[in-house]
C-alpha cells in the first residue's frame, strides 16, 4: 500500500505556506535566534577576555545549549498556539463538521492536526539549523549530536501539539484553549516537582520513588539530555553514582544509571503525548460526547 | 433508502426532536418544512453522525449500519446550514482534500472532480481560490464536494438561505439534475412554497414533531381541504356557477361579477378535468389560477402562526 500524506496535513501545509504570516514568523523567528546566538557570544568572549587566559574555541561549546534552549522555549510556546486554535478554528468555520462526516477517524483527524503543526515548527528548525551548525563547527561537538537533538526537538514539538490540540477540543474558543495548554504546562513542568520537595522536606532524605513523576516533564528530560551531550553524565551524576541504593527506591536507582532515564522519559513523553490525542479525538468525536454543541449562530 | 424510527433529541429538559418516524423512500427529493428552530437541522445533524441522538433509530440503505459508522458515512453526502471555506485554497485542492479523507486515489478524484465541476456548473473555476467564490458558488462547490465519494442520499441544510433568486434557480436545477441521477434527496427549508415547486414529498415539522408528511399533493390537500381558486369568466357566469356548484370537490366562496373564488379539495387531475368540462360547456375563461401565497398562509395554519 501507498503511504498518503494525511489529508489535513496536505491542506494545512498549503494554507500556511501561502500566508503572508509565515514570511513574517520565520522572520521572527530568526531575528530571536540570532540575537541570542549573538548575545551568548558577546557574554563568552567578555568572560573569556576578563580571564585573560585560555582558549575561546573550548568556551564556545557553550553557543549550543544556550541557542537550543531558545530554541526549545520557542517551540515550547509556539507549537501549542498553533495546535490550541487549529480544532476551534475549524469549528468556527464549522468545516469541522464536514470533515467528521467524512471516513476521517477523529484520531486521524487529531494527529493530522498534530503532525501539521510539527511539520510547521520543523520549517522553522530547519531554518535555524544552519546557526546551530555554527556552534557545532566552533565548539567542536560531534555531528551526530545535532542529529540527536533534532530527534529531541521533534519529540518535544508533538507533546507540545498534543497538549495544544487536547485544549483544543476540551474549548469552545480558541483563547481559552491557548490558556488551557498553559495552565497544562504549568501542572506538567511545575507541579510534577511537588512530590519530590515534599519528600525532601517531610521525608526522612530519603527520596523514595518520588521522582519517577519527573520521567513525564520535558524540561527534565531537556536538562538531562543537554548534560548527556556536553558532558556525557546524567544529571544524577556519573552513571547515576551520586545515589546509593538506600538514597532512592530502586526504580529510580536502575534509571539513574547512565542513558536509561534518557530513554525512559523519553518514552513517557511520547505516551503522555498519545494519551493527550486519544483524549482529543475522544471528546471531539459526538457519539461520545453526548451534549453536542450548537456553533455561533450566523444572521438570525 | 432512510427510516427514521420514534428519534427523539433533548437539550437538558429542552426537547428539541419528539419521536419522530418518518421513511423516505429511494429516489424522492424530499423537502423538510418547518419554521426556525423546529428541529430539522437537528435531525439531519443526528442523520449525518454529527450528534447524538437522546433516542430512537436512524438506518440508510438496506444496511443496518449504526449511526456515525463509516459504512453509513459513505452512504451520506451533506451539506450544512452554514460552512466556511479555508483561505489559500484552491477549488481543486479543497476537492483533493475531502476526497483523500475517503481514501480516494488522486487519479479517481482528479477524474471526479472534472465531472462534478461541470455539473455544478465551476469548471472554469478549478485554479481559482475557494473564499473568491460568490456565495452560490461555494454553496454549489460543497454540493459536487458532497458527492465526491457518490453517496445515495444527499442531506442539505437550508442550501437557499443567503442566495440571491438567480442563485436559487440554479441550485433547483441543480436538484433536479441529481435526482435524474437517481440519487434520494433530501432538503431543509422554512420555506414551504419553495420546496413546493421541486419536491415530490415532504414533511412539516413543527416544535420537534413532524405534523404532516408524504406526496406533496395529499398534504396541500389533507391541510386545506383543497386549494382556493380563482377564476374569471368572460360572460356565461351562471352557468359557470350551476355548473360549479354539481361538483362534488367543489365549493363555491364568492362570486362577483365575472370572478369566481371557489375551493377544491380534488386532486391535481380532477382540477384540470373541472377546466375541461368549463370550457365544454362554452363557458370562456380568462383565468384559472390557483390563490398565491396560499401555502403560506397554510403552513402557518399548521405551524400555529408566526415565530
Ligand atoms: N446545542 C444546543 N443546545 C440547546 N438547544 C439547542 C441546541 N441546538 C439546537 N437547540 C434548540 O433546538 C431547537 C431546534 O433547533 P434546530 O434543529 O437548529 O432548528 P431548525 O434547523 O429547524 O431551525 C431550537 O429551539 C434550538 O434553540
Ligand atoms: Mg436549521
Known amino acids: 500500500m501507498k503511504i498518503r500524506l494525511n489529508p489535513i496535513v496536505k491542506k494545512d501545509l498549503h494554507v500556511t505556506v501561502r500566508s503572508m504570516r509565515l514570511s513574517w514568523s520565520l522572520f521572527a523567528y530568526e531575528a530571536a535566534l540570532t540575537v541570542t546566538f549573538l548575545l551568548a557570544l558577546l557574554v563568552i568572549q567578555q568572560a573569556n577576555s576578563y580571564m585573560g587566559q585560555g582558549n575561546i574555541y573550548a568556551s564556545l561549546i557553550y553557543l549550543f545549549p544556550t541557542v537550543a534552549v531558545a530554541q526549545v522555549c520557542i517551540v515550547a510556546l509556539y507549537v501549542p498556539i498553533i495546535t490550541a486554535s487549529s480544532i476551534s478554528g475549524e469549528k468556527e468555520r464549522q468545516t469541522f463538521d464536514i470533515m467528521m462526516t467524512t471516513c476521517m477517524s477523529p484520531f486521524s483527524i487529531v494527529f493530522g492536526k498534530v503532525c501539521s503543526a510539527v511539520l510547521r515548527i520543523l520549517f522553522f528548525v530547519a531554518a535555524s539549523t544552519p546557526i546551530m551548525a555554527l556552534s557545532f563547527v566552533v565548539g567542536g561537538l560531534s555531528w551526530i549530536n545535532l542529529f540527536y537533538y533534532l530527534l529531541a526537538v521533534i519529540l518535544f514539538s508533538v507533546f507540545a501539539g498534543s497538549i495544544g490540540i487536547f485544549a483544543s477540543a476540551f474549548c469552545r474558543k480558541s483563547v481559552a484553549a491557548v490558556l488551557l495548554s498553559f495552565v497544562l504546562y504549568f501542572v506538567i513542568f511545575g507541579l510534577s516537582f511537588v512530590p519530590v520537595f515534599l519528600r525532601l522536606l517531610f521525608g526522612s532524605g530519603n527520596g523514595g520513588e518520588s521522582m519517577l513523576i519527573l520521567l513525564g516533564n520535558p524540561a527534565v528530560f531537556f536538562e538531562e539530555f543537554f548534560m548527556q551531550i556536553m558532558t556525557g553524565e546524567s544529571l544524577f551524576g556519573r552513571s547515576g553514582g551520586s545515589f546509593d541504593a538506600d538514597d532512592v527506591g530502586l526504580i529510580t536507582y536502575i534509571l539513574a544509571r547512565g542513558k536509561l532515564w534518557m530513554f525512559a522519559s523519553a518514552a513517557c513523553i511520547l505516551l503522555m503525548a498519545f494519551l493527550f490525542m486519544a483524549l482529543a479525538a475522544w471528546k471531539v468525536n459526538p457519539m461520545h460526547s453526548g451534549g453536542g454543541r450548537r456553533p455561533a449562530k450566523k444572521q438570525a | ?307
Open chain 2, 1 to 307: 433508502m432512510l427510516y427514521i424510527n420514534n428519534l427523539t433529541k433533548n437539550y437538558g429538559s429542552f426537547t428539541a426532536v419528539d419521536r419522530l418516524n418518518l421513511h423516505i423512500p429511494e429516489g424522492d427529493l424530499f423537502g423538510f418544512v418547518g419554521p426556525n428552530g423546529a428541529g430539522k437541522t437537528t435531525t439531519i445533524r443526528i442523520v449525518c453522525g454529527l450528534l447524538k441522538a437522546s433516542g430512537g433509530t436512524v438506518r440508510v440503505g438496506g444496511t443496518n449500519a449504526a449511526v456515525g459508522s463509516k459504512a453509513m458515512k459513505r452512504l451520506i453526502g451533506y451539506v450544512p446550514d452554514f460552512f466556511g471555506v479555508y483561505d489559500n485554497l484552491k477549488v481543486r485542492e479543497y476537492m483533493e482534500m475531502y476526497g483523500s479523507m475517503y481514501g480516494m486515489t488522486y487519479r479517481d478524484i482528479a477524474r471526479l472532480t472534472d465531472d462534478l465541476l461541470e455539473l455544478v456548473n465551476l469548471s472554469d473555476k478549478k485554479e481559482v481560490y475557494v473564499d473568491t467564490l460568490s456565495r452560490g458558488m461555494k454553496q454549489r462547490l460543497c454540493v459536487a464536494r458532497a458527492m465526491l465519494h457518490n453517496p445515495r442520499l444527499l442531506i442539505l441544510d437550508e442550501p437557499n438561505s443567503g442566495l440571491d433568486p438567480r442563485a436559487r434557480v440554479e441550485m433547483k436545477e441543480l436538484l433536479k439534475n441529481l435526482r435524474s441521477m437517481g440519487k434520494t434527496i433530501v432538503i431543509s427549508s422554512h420555506i414551504l412554497s419553495e420546496l413546493a415547486e421541486m419536491c415530490n414529498s415532504i414533511g412539516i415539522m413543527n416544535r420537534g414533531h413532524l405534523v404532516a408528511a408524504g406526496q406533496i399533493d395529499d398534504i396541500m390537500q389533507q391541510l386545506a381541504g383543497g386549494s382556493r381558486i380563482h377564476i374569471h369568466v368572460l360572460s356565461e357566469t351562471e352557468a359557470a356557477v350551476r355548473l360549479l356548484k354539481e361538483q362534488a370537490k367543489v365549493r363555491v366562496e364568492s362570486v362577483r361579477e365575472n370572478d369566481l373564488i371557489i375551493t377544491h379539495s380534488g386532486t391535481e387531475e380532477e382540477i384540470c378535468a373541472l377546466i375541461g368540462s368549463l370550457i365544454q360547456n362554452q363557458v370562456i375563461l380568462t383565468d384559472f389560477h390557483r390563490e398565491e401565497g396560499s401555502l403560506e398562509s397554510l403552513f402557518m395554519q399548521l405551524t400555529g402562526g408566526a415565530q
